[in-house]
């Protein structure tokens, strides 16, 4: 089946610094969705993406759907503690399913 | 509710024994999907309702698993014969229609033991 791969799979960063992740397909997807997870928490959505070539931010993350529609890219600046969690990205396969990557686990020391 | 519910948290049973999951969605969202996400691992699509009926059960892995939606709101996931393979935390998630934004609810994290 449609796999999503993301990279890197954790991250241990500084308060205050830059944090980019992606997320590769072997297959095109028409729509890409960027959540985040914290424990015990269902995932909750952050960004959407629609159109190819798409750059979308939300505060201080920004996403962008690659021009081949086989990719995208979250970035979040000046990362604070509360950006720890567990993001993925997600695409639909028609429109009630949606297949997710592995995630990538963002760790802040203070 | 403000959010989906899910029902229980946690869930320890053992194996052989059958279990029910149960998710209220959003008041008003005609479209309710159920997911499973393994250790390190993002959900995977496990059945999706639109109203009463499943639309697309296609992940569901086997005959041992069944849900049912029976008034168009509160769903119920059935496992029958559970086995140490199937814990995971289940999430469920719901959204007004098909195409808008699908909402999680907390999941309900079931060990097998």
């Not at chain 1, 567990?86 to 028609?94: K, Q, R, V």
């Not at chain 2, 519910?5 to 946690?10: D, V």
């Not at chain 2, 309702?49 to 086997?62: I, K, R």
Request: hydrophobic share 35%; net charge neutral; charged share 15%.
């Amino acid at each position: 089946g449609q796999q999503l791969n993301q990279s890197p799979q954790s991250m241990f960063i500084q308060e205050g610094e830059d944090v980019s992740m992606n997320c590769t397909s072997s297959s095109i997807f028409n729509t890409w969705l960027w959540y985040k997870q914290e424990p015990g928490e269902g995932p909750v959505l952050l960004i959407a993406l629609y159109k190819a070539g798409e750059l979308t931010s939300n505060g201080r993350l920004t996403a962008q759907f690659g021009i081949t529609r086989k990719d995208s890219f979250l970035n979040i600046s000046a990362s604070i503690p509360s950006d720890v969690g567990i993001y993925f990205c997600a695409g639909p396969i028609l429109a009630q399913k949606l297949v997710f990557g592995q995630g990538t686990r963002l760790t802040i020391n203070p | 509710g403000a959010g989906v519910s899910q029902t229980p948290s946690n869930k320890v049973t053992e194996k052989g024994k059958y279990v029910e999951l149960r998710c209220d969605p959003i008041s008003g969202h005609t479209a309710l999907y159920w997911y499973r996400q393994s250790l390190g691992q993002g959900p995977e699509f496990l059945i999706y309702f639109q109203g009463t009926g499943a639309a697309d059960d296609s992940g569901l892995p086997n005959d041992r698993f069944f849900a049912v939606r029976p008034e168009g709101s509160v769903s119920t996931l059935k496992i029958q014969r559970t086995e140490r393979g199937d814990s995971a935390v289940y999430l469920c998630a719901s959204s007004y229609t098909l195409n808008t934004e699908a909402f999680f609810g907390q999941g309900t994290r079931l060990t097998v033991v």
